[in-house]
């Protein structure tokens, strides 16, 4: 998404121009050059290493790679959310974390997700919402818990 009438830039925007709502709120007192600027590949492209084998000929200010909406796009799905299912066969498998067999019908689910609040049982819809990075599931009783 992009405000035409953005006005905390680092520079004034000019007339058909529009700022990604996907910004780095300033001061950033870890990264000055971050502050106010848009969270894409113009900030990072200084940076070299993976940015400079993207963009070989630096930012051109035509590179269509909004980095900030991946971000915000993956810490709102995989970056909250560890996933599990049961395939044809009823084997257990997790999807953003793994998933195994502890005793008879319980499961042990270990959450990769950086900011994890929840575990979405794909089967039911199920959903357990916890900060915890391990938890456990019940097949006979469908349900999670810590």
Request: no cysteine; proline share 3%; glycine share 10%.
């Amino acid at each position: 998404m992009y405000d035409t009438n953005a006005t905390a830039t680092d520079r004034q925007l000019k007339p058909g121009e529009a700022a990604s709502t996907y910004s780095v709120a300033g001061p950033n007192v870890n990264r000055p050059d971050l502050s106010r600027n848009r969270f894409g590949q113009s900030i990072f492209a200084s940076d070299g290493g993976i940015f400079a084998k993207l963009f070989p000929d630096g930012y051109t200010g035509e590179d269509d790679w909004d980095m900030g909406e991946e971000l915000v796009d993956y810490l709102n799905g995989f970056g909250q959310t560890t996933y599990f299912y049961s395939d044809q066969q009823g084997q257990y498998h997790a999807i953003n974390g793994f998933m195994k067999k502890v005793e008879g019908q319980h499961y042990q689910i270990r959450s990769f997700a950086p900011y994890l609040r929840k575990y979405v049982n794909l089967n039911n819809g199920q959903r357990f919402y916890s900060t915890k990075k391990v938890v456990n599931f019940n097949l006979a009783a469908q349900e999670i818990y810590s």
